[in-house]
């Protein structure tokens, strides 16, 4: 069955709530898994141009893009950071190890 999304004030019950949330959690899931076959292929682009996994200035431009679009949607921008912050150690990780594994 597929799941009409809905406002929150267009929710009416718990059951019907958690649905809601259930649902926007798999999408979000989605779209990690898809960022994260991107940072998969960046493992296999950055070799050959000489670049490490870790672009500090890279980093910093990703972490402010993201902070300034939480703060137009109405996230907190500051969580946005830590969030991407976290997400993007892990993606260097796993890089680096995908990287050291093509050697």
């Known amino acids: 069955m597929r799941l009409t999304r809905k406002t929150p004030a267009e929710v009416e019950t718990m059951p019907?709530?958690?649905?809601?949330?259930?649902?926007?959690?798999?999408?979000?899931?989605?779209?990690?898994?898809?960022?994260?076959?991107?940072?998969?292929?960046?493992?296999?682009?950055?070799?050959?141009?000489?670049?490490?996994?870790?672009?500090?200035?890279?980093?910093?431009?990703?972490?402010?893009?993201?902070?300034?679009?939480?703060?137009?949607l109405g996230f907190d921008p500051a969580l946005a950071g830590a969030l991407w912050r976290q997400m993007i150690d892990e993606a260097i990780a796993r890089e680096e190890r995908l990287m050291a594994g093509r050697r």
């Open 16 to 72: 019907e709530l958690r649905a809601q949330i259930d649902h926007l959690d798999r999408e979000l899931i989605a779209l990690l898994a898809e960022r994260q076959r991107h940072i998969d292929r960046a493992a296999q682009l950055k070799p050959a141009l000489g670049w490490p996994a870790r672009i500090d200035e890279r980093v910093e431009e990703v972490v402010a893009k993201v902070e300034a679009t939480a703060e137009e």
